[in-house]
């Protein structure tokens, strides 16, 4: 069945969504995205996102389209009109559609505001909670500002596919022999009861599962280090995991085809799943 999409300002069949092929986020990734997970037809998480998705487009020199209210509305009337149980609500906004030119175009230009579901049954049981991850380090040869959540994801999609080529489910990336994050995700170690995971940067993501999931570690008494962690001491640690709005806590057993800890999901990643899973759907919207 057809999906119903938000593209300018109207509610339309995905069939009939269009964008100009002048746009910029096509001609130069030249625009900002957000990912919000919806479990039983609440939004998670949205206040955060909504945060993050004003401060990507302040630091590429664009305004906000619409208040956070109206976002929110645009958000629920997709849930509702798609019948959205579990799954994902994207949302890109780009500078407009305006003739090739590396300079912005005016700045009257109408932005492109896109939004579209995806329908993910079982979002928060998936069987891979339980198994755990296997990951593959790949060089970080991204550009500087990983921090602004831009629509430029090709090296991140070229990871995940030396992932699969590897037989792996994702890859770390890896800078002056520091992993930086993951193609899609925030990275996490820990040693000795201790959370460890990379302080925020221009080199990474400041996510927002990621912040919610260190408040929630720091309330349960649990020790958190924010620094960067090298390959060595991923593979000596005692578990990992990673973070994500559509992965939540998702644990990691395999880095190089080696395992981390005894090669099982860990009880840190375990219960900061189960935290952040009942938490976040108290304050889903």
């Known amino acids: 069945m057809s999906r119903t999409v938000y593209v300018n300002g109207e509610f339309v069949p995905e069939a009939d969504a269009k964008v100009s092929v002048f746009d910029r986020g096509f001609l130069f990734a030249d625009g900002v995205y957000e990912v919000t997970s919806v479990l039983g037809g609440k939004i998670l998480d949205f206040a955060g996102h909504a945060a993050r998705l004003e401060r990507s487009l302040a630091e590429l020199d664009m305004p906000m389209p ?38 912005y175009p005016d700045a009257q230009t109408p932005q492109t505001v896109v939004l579209f579901t995806q329908e993910k049954p079982g979002l928060a049981d998936a069987p891979m909670a339980k198994q755990g991850m296997k990951i593959i380090s790949i060089p970080d040869e991204r ?33 002056d022999g520091h992993v930086t994050e ?18 925020l940067g221009n080199e990474i993501l400041h996510g927002i599962t990621r912040a919610a999931v260190l408040r929630f570690a720091r309330e349960a008494q649990m020790r958190v280090e924010e620094r960067s962690f090298t390959l060595e001491e991923a593979a000596a640690a005692d578990e990992a995991f990673i973070t994500s709005a559509s992965t939540f806590v998702m644990p990691v057993v395999e880095l190089d085809g080696a395992p981390i800890g005894d090669g099982t999901p860990g009880p840190v990643a375990a219960r900061l799943r189960e935290i952040y899973l009942d938490e976040s759907r108290k304050a889903a919207v």
């Open 66 to 103: 619409m208040g956070a209210d109206e976002l929110l509305d645009i958000h629920r009337k997709l849930v509702a009109d798609n019948g959205l149980d579990d799954g994902l609500i994207y949302l890109q906004i780009t500078r407009g559609a305006a003739d090739r030119d590396f300079a």
């Open 143 to 175: 550009w500087g500002r990983r921090d602004i959540k831009t629509v430029q994801l090709l090296y991140p999609s070229m990871g995940k596919m030396m992932a699969k080529a590897a037989g792996a489910h994702d890859a770390w990336m890896v800078e």
């Open 182 to 199: 993951g193609t899609s995700n925030n990275a996490y170690i820990v040693k000795d009861g201790t959370i460890i995971t990379r302080h």
